[in-house]
């Protein structure tokens, strides 16, 4: 298994601009949560989608803030207006039915 | 609210030397446990999962202990080697949501 793949890698953008970050997890794990992470506030939980439904959203900051799991194998995080302070990296996970976590490499976000 | 803490921040040990990192959490009804290892602009990877109902998981040269009515667990490196070198971070799930709160992590670097 790949593991799982988040794109892109890295993105840098301008304040008010749309972003969206992507997320396909390891096939056959029914949870799927996204993180953001940085040196300030550490690892964050921001939604947490259970056999593609949304069951906790209550760590998405603010409704610029939106995530949606249209199928099993895709996820999307997209920021819209993006601002300065969403500056972090974004990770993706995927939980088998055993509880482990497997993470993605992460998106490191800049916005400028 | 579960708060979990990892000490030291920061360790630096000679090559070979056996280690001890700590996590402690403040609310014993935990689900499960899991050690993470990040390298510097990495994602984290899974290295050991501990169950509510287990006291220790062995990898290697890893090894993870839960004392879940003290509210600690603690990770074992033998031998330790260079390429150890990393932040390590331990973080629970309270329920089968599999949502992981984070310690702070402990940067470890191992000095040839």
């Known amino acids: 298994d790949a593991g799982v793949i988040q794109s892109p890698r890295h993105e840098v953008t301008e304040m008010g601009q749309e972003v969206t970050l992507r997320c396909k997890p390891i096939s056959g794990h029914n949870s799927l949560f996204w993180y953001r992470q940085t040196m300030m506030r550490g690892l964050e939980l921001l939604i947490y989608?259970?056999?593609?439904?949304?069951?906790?959203d209550s760590g998405m900051p603010e409704d610029r803030f939106s995530a949606k799991m249209p199928n099993a194998s895709f996820s999307t995080l997209k920021i819209q207006p993006s601002e300065p302070r969403d500056s972090a990296v974004y990770f993706c996970a995927s939980s088998s039915l055993q509880g482990a976590a497997y993470f993605g490499p992460g998106t490191r976000l800049t916005v400028t | 609210k579960q708060e979990v803490t990892q000490i030291p921040a920061a360790l630096s040990v000679p090559e070979g030397e056996n280690l001890v990192l700590n996590c402690s959490f403040t609310d014993s009804a935990i689900y499960n446990l899991q050690w993470f290892r990040q390298d510097p602009g990495k994602g984290l990877t899974s290295l050991l999962l501990?169950?509510?109902?287990?006291r220790e998981q062995t990898s290697g040269r890893l090894n993870a202990s839960l004392d879940k009515s003290s509210g600690r667990s603690t990770l074992y490196i033998a031998a330790s080697q260079p390429g150890d070198s990393a932040t390590y971070l331990c973080?629970?799930?309270?329920?089968?949501?599999?949502?992981?709160?984070f310690g702070s992590g402990t940067r470890l670097l191992v000095r040839p």
């Open positions: 973080a629970v799930t309270m329920d089968s949501s599999y949502k992981l709160i």
């Open positions: 989608f259970n056999n593609n439904v949304p069951i906790d």
């Open positions: 501990i169950q509510s109902s287990q």
